[in-house]
């Protein structure tokens, strides 16, 4: 069973302080920019697993950027030992995952790949040699 190091509940301020003891179910936080948010999402992590003994297995951390799952993977690894940290990333690294384990029981291939815009472009120019830029994207766009 991993540990995290303990932390230090009065450096939070109220509201930060009830929403890392909150362990009853989902929680959302929603706050301005530079609120805290990360910060009280990370000692929630390490409350769960130190105090209430969950699995870090069983967590979930969902944001909508990279730069945020990054920076809250990082501060979370930095304080847990003997064992691994929740899945902590992006809805669509989430659905990524869902796909890659789960997709063969809808015949999804666990081998796919997903093209942005320009990664489209870049194949549909491979594929049809002499077609102009614009006239690619007017395919795209139908397709």
């Known amino acids: 069973m991993q540990t995290a190091e303990k932390i230090n ?3 939070l301020n ?3 302080r009830k929403a ?3 362990t009853c179910g989902p929680l959302l ?8 948010k990360t910060r009280t999402i990370v000692y929630r992590t390490l409350y769960m697993i130190n105090e209430k003994g969950v699995d870090a297995e069983e967590i979930l951390l969902i944001t909508f950027t990279k730069k945020a799952a990054n920076e809250m993977r ?8 003997n064992g691994g940290i929740p899945f902590i990333g992006t809805f669509h690294l989430l659905c990524l995952e869902i796909l890659r384990k789960y997709g063969f029981k809808i015949s999804i ?3 796919f790949n997903i093209y942005d815009p320009a990664d489209q472009l870049d194949l549909m120019q491979n594929l049809i040699k002499d077609a102009k830029k614009k006239s690619l994207k007017d395919i795209l766009n139908r397709i």
């Open 29 to 36: 936080i929603a706050a301005g920019p530079g609120s805290g």
């Open 20 to 22: 890392v003891e909150y």
């Open 74 to 81: 990082e501060r979370v690894a930095s304080h847990i030992k």
């Open 14 to 16: 109220n509201e930060q």
């Open 9 to 11: 509940l009065t450096s």
């Open 109 to 111: 291939n666990r081998n």
